[in-house]
């Protein structure tokens, strides 16, 4: 009897250790009125992930439809000084704002004659508002850069 008792205790006290240590779900990107955004807790376990890994890990994933298939996707690695996750942090501002434009620009933008895609305003002539550029030393498939854009589309485009 002793034994049982013993080991229930034992049992409820790594449970109970277990939930003090490992954070509930979603709890690193919850969002809090006093520490900051969701925004920034992803940006500091972003870092947090890069400082422990190689450039080269996959932090996250963009989705394409394609016509025929399954959807082709574009990784975002963490990177270097001039590619990837941390050029973006740093050249461009990482933000839940370019993270929404970025998904945007690759999943329903236009090839945008960069290696990669771009979204404009639905106006004439058009005018390109977010760039991605893909391809690194990494791989094809990874996103280099992205920003903002504020001018007319490339000569050749459709006139008005």
Not at 23 to 44: C, Y
Not at 136 to 159: C, W
Request: proline share 5%; aromatic share 8%.
């Amino acid at each position: 009897m002793l034994h049982k008792t013993a080991t229930k205790t034992a049992l409820a006290a790594t449970a109970a250790l277990s939930a003090l240590l490992i954070p509930a779900a979603g709890s690193a990107s919850a969002a809090s009125p006093v520490s900051g955004s969701t925004v920034t807790a992803r940006a500091n376990s972003y870092d947090a992930t890069c400082r422990s890994h190689s450039r080269t890990y996959v932090l996250k994933k963009y989705y394409r439809r394609v016509p025929v298939g399954p959807p082709t996707f574009y990784t975002l690695r963490c990177g270097t000084s001039t590619w990837g996750w941390k050029h973006i942090k740093a050249g461009h501002g990482w933000n839940s704002t370019m993270d929404r434009k970025i998904s945007a620009a690759i999943g329903t933008g236009s090839l945008n004659g960069r290696g990669g895609y771009s979204t404009y305003l639905n106006q004439c002539p058009r005018v390109e508002k977010f760039r991605t550029i893909l391809g690194t030393p990494a791989g094809r498939g990874d996103l280099l850069t992205a920003y903002n854009v504020d001018r007319p589309a490339a000569a050749g485009a459709a006139r008005c």
